[in-house]
């Protein structure tokens, strides 16, 4: 079991005592916006969003969450200070919301909890510095290639614009890699 499936299971164990809410983000509603502090931790049950910045030219994707996934403006939840990052749904999404105290309380309740969450953290990195390291190094076909055997699955969950931002290209060149 990945530690995102064994941290689940954990959380349901207790369901009452963890998950703060459920909420029903719409097709394009932002969970948070560029500015604010978001100190809540999401689930996704159903659905897909995105991470992404705006540096008034162009939005940026940084990040997709999809189900049975975690997602957060990680900046913001683990400083407390606003994030230049929104997130956004892709499509009808459902989520579960632990709030940071609650979450907190619940990783310090258990060294196993702790360690899951440490894990899941370390593999946030992993993947953040990959992805960096496709964009320094790699040619736009060999960062598409390179995603597609990371995570096939985002070619059936996320729409073809915003895997063409995730990796620093036009919606055009992404279609012209896929068809040759």
């Known amino acids: 079991m990945n530690p995102v499936e064994e941290l689940k299971a954990l959380l349901e164990a207790h369901p009452t005592e963890v998950w703060d809410k459920q909420m029903v983000l719409n097709r394009n509603e932002y969970l948070k916006v560029k500015g604010s502090i978001d100190l809540q931790l999401y689930y996704i049950e159903s659905g897909s969003v995105r991470v992404f910045m705006d540096d008034g030219h162009e939005e940026h994707t940084i990040r997709f969450g999809y189900v049975n996934s ?34 907190m309380e619940f990783i310090g309740h258990s060294g196993r909890h702790g360690e899951l969450w440490q894990k899941i953290l370390e593999l946030v990195v992993i993947q953040q510095l990959e992805r960096e390291k496709d964009l320094l190094t790699q040619s736009p076909a060999e960062r598409y290639k390179r995603v597609l055997q990371r995570s096939p699955e985002l070619f059936q969950e996320i729409p073809m614009k915003y895997i063409a931002s995730y990796l620093r290209m036009t919606p055009e060149t992404l279609s012209r890699i896929r068809k040759s």
Do not use: G, H, M, N
């Open 70 to 103: 975690f997602i957060a403006a990680l900046d913001c939840f683990l400083t407390e200070q606003p994030s230049e990052y929104y997130i956004q749904a892709i499509k009808k999404t459902q989520v579960k919301v632990i709030r940071k105290a609650t979450w």
